[in-house]
Structures are given as C-alpha cells and as structure tokens.
C-alpha cells in the first residue's frame, strides 16, 4: 500500500499524478487526509481522501509519499502523526518519497543526509548534508524525491519503476502517450 500524504494547501498535481500513474500500474494508493478526509489543495481545489492520517495502517505501507506545496509541507511538519510515519517508514525499509518543497521535510528528519536528492529550486540551502543533483526524479536506494510540479509526472513513474519493475513504468508512460 502507498499512502500519499494531504494536508491543507498540498500541490494537486503532484499528488494526483504519481497517483493516477501508480494506480494505472496496479499499485494500491489512499489519499491520507490531515485532520479529515476532506483536504483543501492549493489552487481553489479540494480533494477527498481515502482515510485520515489516523486510519494509516502503517504495517500495510510499502511507500509513504509526500506532495508539495508549502502549505501542505507546513501542515505535514505540524502533524506530529505524518513525522511518526515517516520515520517508521524510513526505520522500517519502506520507501520514503517527496517532491517540491517536502523534501525538505526528509531533510529535518535527517533521512536525506549523505543521500542523494531534489528538491524545488531554492530550497536547496534546506536540505542538509544532502547530495543535490539536477534532475526531475532521483533514487537513492529507499528515498526517492522530486523537483517541482513540472516533475510530477517523471516523479510517479519513477516511484511505479521502484514498486513494479521498470517494464510496468515503461508500459504505463507509453500508454500515458508521454
């Protein structure tokens, strides 16, 4: 199961595609909701979400991921309950994935120290020791990260390809037409 992350002010896109591209390659998600299941993205745009944050079976998570968007990557850092997940996740060999703004949050929870990362442009000087690179999406062994809303896309398949084999991240952008 991977869990993505929704707290108030969250960029749409980039949990709503890795979403869609994850579910398209036979992958369980929930949308976990902070403090309901009626989220208020960025942008004028609200989303339901399969649970609350409370629901999260944390022995079921095989990914938890984290969206952007500066509102929602404050709602995460104020929710002591997402931090206990990410780190279970992070102590437990579950795949910790960000993109935008939240990798920042990996970085104050020091899982991306010494790893390689992205992060949104100018965040850089918020992520630590971390090892910036210059791409869309970057693994380094169980933390995977992303750039920007832009990335969203690059980002979803390379979380697919970590779950299910690139053959079904190939397949999956090749029927997206992308």
């Keep these: 199961m991977v869990y993505i992350i929704l707290g108030s002010g969250f960029e749409p896109i980039e949990a709503i595609a890795p979403c869609d591209i994850l579910r398209r390659g036979g992958v369980e998600v929930r949308f976990a909701g902070i403090g309901g299941r009626v989220i208020q993205a960025a942008h004028g745009i609200t989303v339901q979400a399969d649970c609350t944050v409370d629901e999260i079976r944390k022995e079921d998570m095989e990914m938890i991921m984290l969206p952007g968007g500066m509102g929602g990557v404050h709602s995460m850092l104020g929710c002591e309950s997402v931090l206990e997940l990410v780190k279970y996740a992070w102590e437990h060999d579950r795949f910790v994935t960000a993109i935008c703004a939240a990798p920042t949050i990996l970085a104050k929870l020091h899982i991306t120290d010494g790893r390689k990362a992205v992060c949104y442009p100018g965040l850089e000087e918020q992520m630590g020791t971390a090892i910036m690179q ?39 952008k090749k029927g997206l037409v992308y």
């Design 134 to 172: 210059n791409a869309d999406a970057v693994c380094d062994g169980k933390i995977i990260t992303g750039r920007a809303p832009g990335a969203a896309y690059n980002f979803g398949l390379a979380l697919l390809a970590a779950l299910k084999g690139e053959q079904t991240a190939a397949d999956v």
